[in-house]
């Protein structure tokens, strides 16, 4: 038995449609990871979950990946390409109300479940798996693999949502002649890492400032004790969770969603004076959990009422459904995986080689108004501006949208990329 089925049992589920499904069995069945390593084979999605001019297929050979991607634009050859890579916890079908405009602006536009999500292949769910495949180079490498499987020696732009933001920040980075404009969105980029300078004279490096507890000992610490959910995320039990959710996946998927969008009217951000304990305890608690509860009883306690749901037009349930049923499948390891990954320290010596590198070629933010994300690193949005992109052409905080911006307001978010794409030289 391979590592990426060894600790699971694979339930089978016939390939059907959301109709032929139905809300009810997305919920109540119990379900085991499906194995997602090399070799294991997907099927495309029904085409009755994707927009009109949106097709899903695989692209095989990425980096040791056969990786799932859904595209629009794809009639007529020669056309200059968008990458879109997305967050967590969502997939390329976080795009899809954005896609079918930029393809009518005349784009190939290529959206891909990335390592670690929904119907990509080749990585591991296992939590006891090898981090490295999930550095943030190997994933740059990722996508510089798809946009040459493409037959594109270079895209139009890379654009990255949370997650994705600092992706595309780096493969702007690190391959400027291959993505020359980057759009980042809800996660800023606060730029590269720094290394000791000046120091040769210096007088010997003490341990002290180690001995002296974190701002996660201090959060712990706090009246009401708190934890950080990045630090959450890397735990063993993140995953059953949220997973595994007393309110099923369907419910906790709706109410992670609703709690971080503007329909949540707690949403109200604001720049925090520094990086404390006591100022990251004034931001919601998706972000600042309780030190007592998982993700799963955090979000349950703001579960819209059943008409906010009916009336939600940005994310109705048949959509839900589709992120209720990609994770049921393959659970919410992957993802959590890259948290870990920045945690442990794997990869920093080769992201250490681009210290005080910039972001030169231009580039855009975009995030909701109502978007804790601007502002939960403080100083990483004005660094961003001010240091770690140096051709920052707009910032954009969009009235009526939260985390997800994209999906939130999929008009006004397509019309500012496509008034910064016609905007390039």
Not at 141 to 152: N, Q
Not at 201 to 211: E, K, L, V
Request: glycine share 10%; proline share 6%.
């Amino acid at each position: 038995m391979t590592e990426y089925s060894r600790r699971h049992i694979m339930l089978t589920l016939p390939s059907l449609g959301l109709a032929a499904l139905g809300a009810s069995s997305v919920v109540s069945r119990r379900v085991y990871a499906q194995p997602t390593g090399r070799g294991v084979e997907s099927e495309p999605y029904p085409s009755a979950w994707l927009p009109e001019g949106v097709r899903s297929r695989f692209v095989d050979n990425v980096n040791g990946l056969r990786v799932h991607v859904l595209e629009a634009g794809y009639e007529t050859p020669n056309r200059p390409a968008l990458l879109l890579l997305h967050g967590f916890p969502e997939l390329a079908y976080s795009w899809r109300n954005v896609m079918v405009p930029l393809a009518e602006a005349g784009y190939h536009v290529i959206a891909p479940d990335v390592r670690g999500y929904g119907r990509t292949t080749g990585w591991s769910s296992d939590y006891d798996t090898d981090l490295s495949p999930f550095r943030r180079l190997n994933k740059v490498r990722d996508a510089l693999g798809l946009v040459l499987a493409f037959g594109h020696r270079s895209v139009a732009a890379v654009i990255g949502h949370d997650a994705g933001s600092p992706l595309a920040g780096w493969c702007g980075i690190t391959r400027p002649d291959i993505f020359p404009a980057v759009v980042m969105m809800s996660a800023p980029f606060g730029g590269t890492r720094a290394l000791p300078f000046d120091t040769a004279n210096g007088p010997p490096r003490t341990t002290a400032a180690a001995d002296r507890p974190s701002i996660y000992d201090d959060l712990a610490a706090l009246p009401r004790p708190r934890k950080h959910y990045q630090r959450y995320y890397t735990t063993r039990d993140a995953n059953e969770n949220m997973w595994h959710a007393s309110q099923g996946i369907h419910d906790f998927i709706r109410g992670y969603y609703h709690f971080k969008s503007a329909d949540w009217e707690g949403n109200q951000p604001y720049r925090l004076a520094a990086r404390t304990a006591e100022e990251w305890a004034k931001m919601p608690n998706y972000y600042i959990m309780q030190l007592s509860q998982g993700m799963a009883e955090t979000v349950a306690e703001v579960m819209p009422s059943a008409a906010h749901i009916a009336a939600n037009t940005w994310l109705p349930d048949s959509a839900l459904q589709v992120y209720a049923e990609e994770y049921g499948r393959t659970s919410f390891q992957g993802g959590l995986n890259g948290y870990r990954m920045g945690r442990s320290g794997v990869g920093v010596e080769e992201v250490e080689l681009y210290a005080g590198r910039t972001i030169d070629q231009p580039s855009m933010f975009i995030s909701g108004a109502s978007d804790w994300g601007t502002y939960q690193s403080p100083g990483s949005f004005e660094r961003m501006q001010e240091v770690a992109c140096t051709d920052m052409r707009a910032v954009h905080l969009v009235a009526g949208a939260g985390h997800w911006v994209q999906q939130e307001q999929a008009e006004t978010t397509s019309h500012l990329l496509l008034e910064f794409l016609g905007g390039l030289g």
